[in-house]
């Protein structure tokens, strides 16, 4: 139950509710134990032969009206507990929603998205049962079940003390089982987690199973998860399927025994046939709060599995996070200076970077190149601290970066990173998503200088038109225009471009640039490409390679030094020229 204390803040909110809630639900527990009752009052009347047909009518009224009021007491109970297991239920997804916002990249690459969608959904609707259902169903158990035995009491404590007698073994049997039911539920939890992902990574990725004709072979390994999937629920039901049974033998073993005593003192004249009547029927009452116990049981274990795996997220730490000390500042000048850096994204792995050592002045054009995998995008993603150096210091206008709140620091970088992330939704809220106020104006700008804006025209609902999930519907240049676009209405006094125009052709890129250099003077770039024609005029040019820094000065020094950065530029120079006669070959064969 030690699981539960998260929802703690969430049934003080609601306790008026849930008083209301329970308060109807008793006076529901309280009329249905009436009926048996009146129906003792009818069977000793008509033994008796004192009824007429009046009193008939009069007992058969009374049963009626308890049952309106039972069933006008019952709507209420209903829409105030299982109302609030929904309010509940909202409150949790949205805390783990906004939990999950604040956690570092890191969290997200070592944790797959299935398992957070099947713990924003599956557990949590499991958590909501037993919050609803399971406090409804244990207050009927506690409730109904003492009144039951108390009424029983009251009209033979012998024949009660008989009828009990399973009700140990009861207890026995659903402790064992609760056991069994919460071990294998959280497999069925955790077996799920696993099939979402597969369903999202696979649907996610249809462009590259058709294209390779992976569809059978996907159906395959969907299949195998799925039977896994079924197995575990299979396991659970034949625990869950042998537990109900033997809660109803051993609660009709004590039907029995009331049958054969309690018929033998109803003949003998020790009870009324209308104490037996009515002693069978608290019977029948009591047999629900067993069953209702093993349903407490199986509710309750469910959500404590599922709460134990949504607490462990939210008692995840970020670790890029405001320290108390951060200052607020309204804008960056755009100085950055990193002083021997060191950054592995796991401990035991290679270093990614590795004692890096340079400054950017404010409104510097500073360029990154190097090799594939050489660490650009990496040094690119400390800037705005999307993760954190594991040794040395980065320092921004003079303050450590850790000084700087993270709201302050991501909303003076424009960052355009290499895999270009669009929303499902309309271009305009693509463009317009880390600055939803921008004016007509600016984004009509912003198209421009992105050179996104006679695509854009040509859409069959222009800026309005909905894009398929992650841009789908668009070419990568598009994507990348579009991207562009967003970091330019931000206004930054910093801007990261990552390797930003990769998928557009050399002509549009230099009227991008054009259109940059204009909007970004006096402001900070930095720039990763692997198009020389790109960065021939950045200030400063820094060469990496293995992590490290290996050269560093303006293009003309660089080329001179004739090491990695005038290698690189003379293979690409070859390409370039290779790549024109391959062109004017193909259009001499046409």
Same mark, same amino acid.
């Given at each position: ?27 529901? *527990?309280?009329?249905? @134990? ?20 009046? *009193? ?12 309106? !009021? ?205 104490? &037996?009547?009515? &002693?069978?029927?608290? @019977? ?58 060191? &950054? ?37 993603? !400390? ?71 006679? *695509? ?122 290779? *790549? ?11």
């Amino acid at each position: 139950m030690g699981n539960f204390r998260t929802l703690k803040s969430y049934f003080i909110r609601h306790r008026w509710r849930l008083i209301g809630g329970l308060a109807t639900l008793l006076v529901v *527990d309280g009329l249905q @134990l009436i009926i048996p009752q009146v129906i003792r009052w009818t069977i000793d009347d008509l033994t008796r032969g004192g009824i007429v047909r009046d *009193d008939l009518i009069k007992y058969g009224v009374y049963i009626a009206g308890i049952a309106l !009021l039972i069933g006008f007491f019952r709507y209420f109970w209903r829409l105030m507990i299982l109302g609030t297991a929904r309010r509940i239920e909202e409150a949790l997804r949205n805390r783990l929603f906004s939990h999950l916002q604040t956690l570092s990249l890191s969290f997200f690459q070592e944790t797959k998205t299935g398992d957070l969608m099947a713990h924003a959904t599956n557990d949590i609707d499991a958590v909501r049962m037993a919050v609803g259902m399971g406090l409804v169903a244990i207050t009927d158990a506690l409730v109904l079940g003492a009144s039951s035995i108390v009424f029983m009491i009251l009209i033979d404590p012998r024949l009660t003390l008989f009828a009990i007698i399973p009700m140990p073994l009861i207890a026995l049997v659903t402790t064992r089982f609760s056991r069994l039911v919460h071990y294998r539920f959280e497999d069925i939890q955790a077996s799920f987690s696993r099939l979402t992902e597969r369903v999202r990574e696979s649907l996610a990725g249809i462009r590259v199973v058709k294209a390779f004709v992976q569809e059978e072979k996907e159906k395959e390994k969907l299949g195998h998860i799925g039977e896994e999937y079924v197995g575990k629920n299979l396991r659970l039901i034949k625990v869950w399927g042998m537990f109900f049974p033997l809660i109803m033998l051993l609660a009709n073993l004590g039907t029995v025994i009331v049958l054969w005593l309690g018929g033998r003192e109803t003949i003998g004249g020790t009870i009324t046939v209308g104490d &037996f009547v009515a &002693f069978m029927t608290y @019977l029948g009452i009591l047999t629900w709060p067993m069953m209702a116990l093993g349903w407490v049981v199986n509710l309750i274990q469910r959500g404590s599995a599922s709460m134990g795996r949504i607490n462990k997220i939210l008692n995840t730490q970020a670790e890029i996070a405001d320290l108390p000390s951060v200052r607020p500042i309204s804008k960056l000048e755009g100085k950055i200076e990193f002083r021997d850096l060191t &950054f592995s994204y796991k401990a035991g792995l290679p270093p990614a970077l590795k004692g890096i050592n340079f400054e950017v002045n404010p409104g510097e054009f500073v360029a990154i190149v190097g090799r594939t995998g050489t660490g650009k995008t990496t040094l690119c993603n !400390l800037i705005p601290r999307l993760f954190s150096p594991s040794s040395g210091r980065l320092f921004l206008d003079g303050r450590e970066i850790h000084a700087i709140s993270l709201k302050a620091l991501r909303g003076n970088i424009g960052y355009v990173p290499q895999d270009t992330f669009l929303f499902s939704s309309t271009i305009r809220e693509n463009m317009a998503f880390g600055n939803p106020q921008a004016s007509e104006e600016g984004i009509a700008k912003a198209a421009r200088i992105a050179q996104i804006d006679e *695509d854009i025209r040509s859409f069959p609902m222009g800026i309005e038109t909905v894009i398929g999930e992650r841009g789908v519907t668009l070419s990568g240049g598009q994507k990348q225009r579009i991207a562009i676009a967003r970091a330019i209405l931000l206004n930054p006094q910093i801007m990261i471009l990552d390797d930003a125009l990769s998928s557009v052709d050399t002509q549009t890129e230099e009227k991008i640039w054009k259109g940059l250099r204009e909007i970004l003077e006096g402001k900070t770039r930095i720039v990763v490409s692997h198009r020389f024609s790109s960065i021939k005029e950045a200030d400063k040019i820094i060469v990496l390679d293995d992590g490290e820094i290996k050269e560093m000065g303006d293009h003309a020094s660089l080329l001179s030094m004739g090491g990695v950065y005038a290698e690189i530029y003379r293979r690409q120079q070859i390409e370039e020229e290779l *790549d024109r006669e391959n062109r004017r070959v193909s259009i001499h064969a046409r």
